[in-house]
């Protein structure tokens, strides 16, 4: 079982927690929900409803639209993120390659967990507007 | 809380208490407490009343022993100010918050360079657990420079310090140079202007006294100081870092009354053996 801290320090990689101070996280450490899956589950199949956004500790995750593969999810990285941004189903479905261990943050309790803490929001936000001054960066660059 | 605040001064007594019900800090672990939100809505209640007797208040609910909640009373401190221009900050308590901000600033740039050079991800983690506390303090520091100083211009004066650029730094810098009185200036100048964490520490050290001499020292500090977060950190590191001093530490810190320190100071020893 991951600590806290431990918690911590792989959710600071995630992309859109990357401007989220260390002691911020240590609140989303405390809704992070750690789980073992064996290899052949599927986390959630296409057009699921999106409720959780993950971030694989151990193993292999696969991103597949059918047999169409999108993304190899491995150690360190997040799959299923925006589904705590929005409302829409998954685009793609996530089915374990090798067992896994993944953190997994729910939308409902990171929506509350904005509501009491507006520097998290400030640092999510500030990590989403990089993403698009990076967008319009690249595109400018063309 | 905003109906509160229609109340005015008549409200502010009840909005103080809010503020020092518990006695416990608002970055505590229970992210869901009410108590924090209600604590937090307090402040921002006094910042919509705006009179003097919320600078009052504000100043006095301050309490080092209480850094989250204290930083919180800074930014309603500097809303009162925007708020209201005709309020009136008492220069003498503001320099005395500003110094022990100063200190502080000083106190984890100390820290930040007696950090080992390991590669684990403990000490990463400290090492940027400090670094935010630096630019914490920092900001402490502008804020409240611009409770007694033209308020704009210290802003202005953060942005260039804090961007990177060399000539914005420069620019805030003489600014500061120019706008602040003789014992201000003695002792945030230098400390800002350093090129170097050493040339930092031997100008912090003339105000504040003898600097910090060693890693273990710099543990003790973080360990006996009121930040929760840092503790924990400070505690993870520890089975990266270990030394005959930290690893008495560590039976201690499984037994902390912090649960997250309690909790990581017991992984780290079954970590360790």
């Known amino acids: ?142 | 809380m905003t109906a509160l605040a229609h109340f005015g001064d008549r409200a502010v007594l009840e909005l103080a208490a809010r503020l020092q019900s518990p006695g416990r800090d608002i970055h505590s672990r229970d992210i869901h407490s009410r108590d924090i939100r209600s604590r937090t809505r307090a402040a921002r209640a006094l910042a919509v009343i705006a009179t003097p007797l919320c600078v009052k208040t504000v100043l006095d609910c301050l309490d080092p022993a209480q850094p989250g909640l204290e930083y919180q009373l800074l930014k309603t401190l500097s809303k009162l100010r925007n708020r209201e221009s005709g309020l009136v900050f008492p220069a003498e308590r503001v320099r005395a918050v500003l110094r022990r901000a100063t200190c502080s600033y000083w106190e984890f740039v100390q820290i930040q360079a007696l950090l080992p050079a390991n590669e684990g991800e403990g000490t990463a983690l400290l090492s940027r657990a400090v670094g935010e506390k630096c630019e914490e303090n920092l900001k402490r520091i502008f804020r409240l420079l611009a409770l007694i100083h033209p308020a704009q211009d210290l802003y202005n004066a953060y942005l260039g310090y804090v961007s990177g650029n060399r000539a914005d730094g420069g620019s805030a810098i003489e600014f500061l140079e120019n706008v602040l009185p003789r014992a201000e200036r003695e002792v945030i100048v230098p400390l800002l202007d350093a090129t170097t964490p050493g040339l930092a520490v031997e100008a912090g050290s003339r105000h504040f006294g003898t600097p910090l001499a060693d890693f273990d020292q710099a543990v003790a500090h973080i360990l006996q100081g009121p930040d929760p977060w840092l503790r924990a950190c400070v505690t993870y590191s520890l089975a990266e870092n270990s030394t005959p001093a930290t690893r008495a530490w560590l039976a201690q810190l499984a037994e902390d009354a912090d649960p997250l320190v309690r909790e990581t100071a017991m992984a780290v020893v079954i970590r360790t053996g």
């Open chain 1, 1 to 142: 079982m991951l600590t806290t801290i431990e918690k911590v320090i792989a959710l600071q990689d995630v992309d859109v927690f990357s401007q989220v101070s260390t002691e911020e996280l240590g609140y989303l450490a405390a809704i992070a929900v750690e789980e073992t899956h064996a290899a052949g589950t599927t986390i959630y199949a296409e057009r699921d409803p999106a409720d959780s956004m993950y971030q694989v500790i151990d193993g292999r995750v696969r991103l597949h639209r059918g047999d169409l593969e999108i993304n190899i999810a491995g150690v360190g990285e997040p799959f299923g993120t925006w589904a705590l941004f929005d409302d829409e189903v998954r685009v793609s479905a996530a089915t374990v390659l090798e067992q896994a261990r993944v953190l997994r943050v729910g939308k409902e309790d990171f929506i509350d967990l904005l509501a009491d803490n507006v520097e998290i929001t400030r640092g999510v936000l500030k990590a989403l507007v990089g993403r698009v001054r990076g967008l319009i960066g690249t595109i400018g660059a063309r």
